[in-house]
């Protein structure tokens, strides 16, 4: 499974960006994927989780109302609206992606997660 994150950038407090995960290697149907973040000095941090199959959402506090993700089947894509963005939201932005088949999918964990693509610099200014 290869992830491939993109759309990061630098856009004022306020504004919008969407970023997009796009998966390759098989296909997806029982896979959970998820967003992290990573600010300087500080830990990885789940942002949202959603389930390919089910489209079911999960959104950590700090997030929630702001940001949606989504996942479009057809395209293997998984996006990540975020709306509203604050200077505290600036981080390296991570998608992960994991088979849910036979294991209990713990989202909002890093670890759960086998398959990472590449970071993607998201920075809100003031």
């Known amino acids: 499974v290869q992830l491939q994150a993109s759309g990061g950038g630098l856009v004022q407090a306020g504004g919008s960006l969407r970023l997009s995960c796009a998966a390759s290697?098989?296909?997806?149907?029982?896979?959970?994927s998820g967003w992290f973040r990573q600010a300087p000095g500080k830990e990885r941090e789940f942002v949202a989780a959603?389930?390919?199959?089910?489209?079911?959402?999960y959104y950590a506090d700090s997030v929630r109302g702001r940001f949606t993700i989504s996942v479009d089947n057809n395209k293997n894509t998984v996006y990540l609206q975020m709306t509203s963005l604050k200077p505290e939201d600036t981080a390296v932005y991570y998608c992960?992606?994991?088979?849910?088949?036979?294991?209990?999918?713990?989202?909002?964990?890093?670890?759960?997660?086998?398959?990472w693509g590449q970071g993607t610099q998201v920075t809100v200014s003031s």
């Open positions: 992960a992606a994991g088979s849910r088949y036979g294991r209990k999918w713990d989202y909002n964990e890093d670890r759960w997660y086998p398959n």
């Open positions: 290697g098989r296909t997806f149907g029982n896979y959970g």
């Open positions: 959603i389930s390919w199959s089910v489209g079911s959402e």
